[in-house]
């Protein structure tokens, strides 16, 4: 049997690695992956000589369309996407660019190569739901958008485009909304990934014992990149095209929540101080995900502990 061509952009990104070791692993496929530099190339290190990557911006519509040309892919995972929050507070135009003008150029490679039976996921957000009432959690899909910064109303643009493309097109789009996931390589950035970097620096003795943080208060539905990276395979082979997906544990735990959990992974003595600056402009209380949707369609359920998550996330840090 022929093996599948699979594209994945963003592969050198959090979730694209270890989304190119799970294909990897299953022994039946040809990848290929985009990157738009080469920072993140040691998150392939285990996998490097088994995937094809090409050095690309989503932003040259004639590149990708002559590397959908190239490759000819049975399967896109569209990954790559400016993920920061913060980020999209400071530069909020860059953010908006760079997330939808990328898919609309990935999009119309596909398009103009006519390679209208190519499987696309386009990976949106759970931030596009913004601030739920408690009476409406845990949040299906049918919620209200309410978005609340720019990244959020950029995965809103790039959700609503998959949708968009499959209407006019026929194209065979599915499209998720993840919840937070985190995992080894997690981009310290993000709260729990810097946490975990910051306790590292104090076990070495390269930082003062001191954590400083912002809203502890806030709840999130955190799933470990492993387990989320199979729900996006499930989705490639049992999505049905044009439908969305919720994805996510069901669960919800406190930024504080974690970041006990993590100090009691650690021998180190760290003192904790919150710091008004740290606070985001607006910050949703509580995400609670509705999985049941997706969960019925395949089977999927999360198996990873989120204990074991923080302790692989601390390890990660202490190896770097």
Known sequence: MDKKRVLITGITGFAGSHLAELLVSKSEFIIFGTHVSDHHLENLANIRELVNLYKVNLLDSEEISRIVAEVQPDVVYHLAA????????????????????????????????????????VISSSHVYGDVPLIDQPIDENVEFKPDNPYAVSKIAQDYLGLSYFLAYKMPIVRLRPFNHIGPRLSPQISISRFAKKIVEIEKGESDPIMKVGNLDS???????????????LAANHGNPGEPYNLGTGKVYSIKDM???LLGLTSATISIEIHKDLFRPSDIMELRCNPDK???????????????TLQEMLDYWRKV
Do not use: C
């Not at 913060?86 to 490679?109: C, H, K, M, R, Y």
């Not at 709840?219 to 395979?233: C, G, N």
């Open 294 to 308: 997706f969960k019925k369609l395949t089977g999927w359920n999360p198996e990873i502990e989120i204990t074991q």
């Open 259 to 261: 970041l006990d959990k």
């Open 219 to 233: 709840k999130r539905d955190f799933t470990d990149v492993r387990d989320m990276v199979k729900a996006y395979f």
């Open 82 to 121: 400016s993920t920061s929050v913060s980020d999209s507070f400071n530069n909020p135009a860059e953010v908006l660019t760079n997330n939808i003008t990328s898919e609309v150029n990935l999009l119309e490679g596909i398009k103009k190569n006519k390679l209208f039976h190519t499987r696309i996921l």
